[in-house]
């Protein structure tokens, strides 16, 4: 799934992405922490794994995403 980074707070490790249809999802330090990535901009676009009805993974859109 692509989103587009809402906000992101360097201090706690986590933010908001919208999805393509508009919906703003929240992500914790955890899904942040699974990821390659040190920092995330407004605007950048993602890729997420979605676990649970949560987002358990966060990286670029152009990296892959684990299996």
Known sequence: MQATVRTFDEVTRS????????????????????????LLRSGQRVRLVMTDGEISYVTLSTFPVPE
Do not use: E, I, S
């Not at 999802?25 to 990535?37: E, K, N, S």
């Open 15 to 38: 933010g908001t992405v919208f999805l393509d249809d508009g919906t703003v999802l929240p992500f914790g330090a955890h899904a942040f922490d699974a990821g390659p990535l040190l």
